[in-house]
């Protein structure tokens, strides 16, 4: 086949053929193209104004390692004035996240970003390869995201920024899209398009890849030979979404834009009046100050069951009933007193006032 | 025309793990293969039965002989598994007619998986 010119410049070979468009454009065109669409998502959006803190949610894996180029690359051709940091999780998953803090650290010097590393361990005094010796490979996963969760915002909090930026991708949101279709979850379908999101007192989250295709941000990195990480988690066993990115490429390969079209179907779902109303009201944690829709958040549950040897009774909301039924019953020992907590959460104070601009389907 | 040709191949995003966890690799592929990509070493194709190695029989051949274990992760119905790039001389094999591409001795063939964390 002779080599086709770029549909862009036509002067260079084109050497990649655009998902979203099935434009054949060169190296060149596409770095502009690309950079330029997530500019464009971030404007739209109003994610920033200048003097703004933003961490980078930094795993080391190919999005967040391409995202903390392309935001550098683009705050300062732009001006943006935007402060950037290095924000990572430590799960305490020796033979993953151990080596893929090496390649963060790499990160930090290449792209000069303050970084900041917070692990379960400290913030929890449970690492994920103690949590699997106790509760086994079964409810693992739940543990790990209630956990990131709060970690990310806590350690943004010691950074003091306004925003997290993750480098959630068009493939990750369409997946999350099937997946709450097919459970049911309409409450998290509107949800889960939004390009950010903020909880009563949680720092603002903002997805700047919601329109990149998981093949240009992987290709972005092969070009300008990026270092990133790429091992699957050894404690993954997320089938459920296994699945969803399995039918989701298969649905890609017979029609490249099905993957924004479901983005597009997510973000057409509106949340009624009466399904809101079912949502529980957000409060704060009374044991560590994080945003809850219980009297005991999430993560402090978990750690109870942890902390006890019960640990799958943070799980269910059956099994916390049991948790609680017990400590009525004055059964169970050591009291919750006793046990290790996490540190209180006290959000600072930002001067950011600005609204989220969520994107109008 | 050579009986052989020699191209090199690399796997990255996490598919060298199933490949010995090895890059790069140098191989031999004959210059004229079966059809229907038949990668057995003593495999007679007769006389217009062969159509020049390409990407497609490449594939079934990493599968055959260099894949460890797995294979469902790496090929399916005769080509890639969705969600692997190819490129063929840092080129999108899209725009290079994916299986069906003629490999030229010194090619090089990059496979690079986006299924691996984030
Ligand atoms: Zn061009
Ligand atoms: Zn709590």
């Known amino acids: 086949m002779p080599p086709r010119p770029c549909a862009l410049c036509a002067k260079a070979k084109a050497m990649i053929k655009r998902p979203k468009t099935g434009q054949q454009i060169c190296k060149d065109c596409f770095f502009y193209v690309f950079e330029t669409e997530v500019h464009n998502t971030i404007t739209e959006a109003k994610l920033f104004k200048p003097g703004d803190r933003v961490a980078i949610g930094a795993s080391g894996g190919k999005d967040s390692t391409v995202l903390a180029y392309v935001m550098k690359a683009l705050n300062e051709r732009y001006n943006y004035g935007l402060n950037l940091f290095l924000l990572s999780i430590d799960e305490g998953i020796t033979g993953y996240r151990d080596d893929s803090l090496e390649t963060v650290k790499r990160n930090q010097q290449q792209y000069s970003m303050p970084l900041k590393i917070l692990s379960y361990e400290e913030l929890y005094g449970w690492t994920m390869d103690r949590i699997v010796s106790q509760v086994g490979r079964k409810n693992n996963c739940t543990f790990c995201g209630v956990f990131r969760r709060q970690a990310l915002d806590r350690g943004a909090a010691m950074l003091s920024v306004d925003h997290i930026v993750t480098g959630h991708n068009a493939d990750d949101i369409a997946e999350t899209v099937l997946m709450n279709i097919m459970r049911g979850d309409i409450a998290r379908l509107g949800r889960c398009t939004a390009i950010c999101t903020q909880g009563e007192d949680t720092i603002r989250r903002s997805k700047p890849f919601k329109y990149a295709y998981e093949k240009e ?145 | 025309m050579e009986s052989t040709i020699s191209i090199k191949v690399e796997f990255s995003g996490g598919l060298e793990l199933l490949f ?85 001795d010194g090619d090089e063939i990059v496979f690079i998986s986006t299924l691996h964390g984030g």
């Open chain 1, 217 to 361: 941000i992987v290709m972005y990195a092969y070009f300008k030979k990026l270092d990133y990480f790429s091992t699957e988690c050894i404690y993954s066993p997320d089938a459920y979404r296994g699945h969803a990115r399995v039918f989701l490429k298969d649905l890609e390969a017979v029609r490249p834009s099905a993957i924004i079209d479901i983005i597009h179907s997510g973000e057409a779902f509106e949340i009624k009046e009466e399904i809101k109303a079912t949502q529980k009201v957000q409060q704060t944690c009374t044991r560590c100050g994080y945003m809850s829709s219980n009297a005991l958040c999430k993560a402090c549950t978990l750690l109870e069951g942890l902390e006890r040897g019960m640990a799958n009774a943070g799980i269910t909301d059956r099994g916390t009933k049991q948790l609680r039924m017990q400590d009525a019953a004055g059964e169970a020992s050591p009291t919750p007193d006793n046990l290790r907590t996490i540190p209180f959460f006290e959000l600072k104070p930002t001067s950011t006032t600005m609204i989220c601009l969520e994107p109008t389907p």
């Open chain 2, 20 to 104: 010995d966890n090895k890059r790069s690799h140098e191989l031999a592929l004959p210059a004229v293969v079966p059809l229907n990509n038949d990668t057995k070493k003593d495999v007679v194709v007769a006389e217009g039965q062969g159509k020049p190695a390409d990407v497609a029989y490449l594939i079934a051949y990493l599968r055959d002989h260099l894949l460890q274990e797995r294979a469902e992760l790496f090929e399916e119905g005769g080509t890639v598994r969705p969600g692997i790039l190819v490129l063929v001389n840092d080129t999108d094999w899209e725009l290079e007619g994916e299986g069906e591409y003629a490999l030229r």
